[in-house]
């Protein structure tokens, strides 16, 4: 099993990004990405410093609007003023948020435009219309991967585990786009390791740490694990048993060093063609 590096595969997308940056740069415009934080949570301080530190890189500004408990108006305030403001690009917004205020309560006051990391409904029923628009970063990286290993997809069997809003349907959604013959699958999915079992091609974005064994995996099946489960130790593991499945799969994203770093490179690559526009 050959594993895919992920990290290789940002680090080409982040030459890409410097170079559509230096572009703008001569313009005088110069992309920027604004942050709403709702939550103190250290999981999520994490990865938007891991945001900023990739911004840094390529030449994109980050704006954070840290917030203290804030209720629903009050995240929506500062989506929407960051959407009307013409020096801020793209707007995502982070999660966890404050109990009783859900997601959709909120990002709907994403403007469209700057929805880079395609969380407001609009953005989704664009996709799913086939109608340009930006995707969830995360799904658009399990497809991009696919796409820079040279994986075909046209007219093959792809599985996604995992049926969330953020990842698991615009997954399946964007692998239907490449013709890709597409199974989605979820919690009461009967016989999980049989439906798995067909995929040429398994999207693993679950959350359960090991979930996808060796029976789960067709010989030479390429595996994209986007399962980020915090250990005991302060590690991360992904959805998929990799010593397991080892000796059947034809390929595998690790985690850490597979979607994460692609995820975020994408959401850059993003908020730069929001910036073009
Ligand atoms: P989520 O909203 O909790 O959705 C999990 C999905 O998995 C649901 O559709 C659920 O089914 C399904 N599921 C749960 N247990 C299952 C089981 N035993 N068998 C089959 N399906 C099962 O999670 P998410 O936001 O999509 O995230 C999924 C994973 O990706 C998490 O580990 C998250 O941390 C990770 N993630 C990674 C990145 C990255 O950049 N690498 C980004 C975002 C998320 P039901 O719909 O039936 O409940």
Redesign the pocket.
Known sequence: MRLIDGRAIAAGIAAENTAAVAELAATGVVPTLGIVVPTSDEATAWYVRSIQRAAAKVGVQTRVVQLSNPDRAEIVKQLADLSADPNVHGVICQTPLPDGVALEDVVAAIDPAKDVDGANPVSLGRLAAGLPTYSPA?AA?VVEILRREEVPLAGRRAVV????T???KPAALLLLAEHATVTV?????QD?PAVCAEADVLVA????AG?IGADYVKPGAVIID????PTPDGGLVG?VDAEAVKPRAGALTPVPGG??PV?TMLLLRHTIQAATR
């Open positions: 995360t990286a585990v995992g049926r969330s953020v990842v698991g699958c979820h919690s009461r999915t999980l974005a679950v959350g359960r979930l986007v399962g980020t489960n959805d979607v994460g995820t």
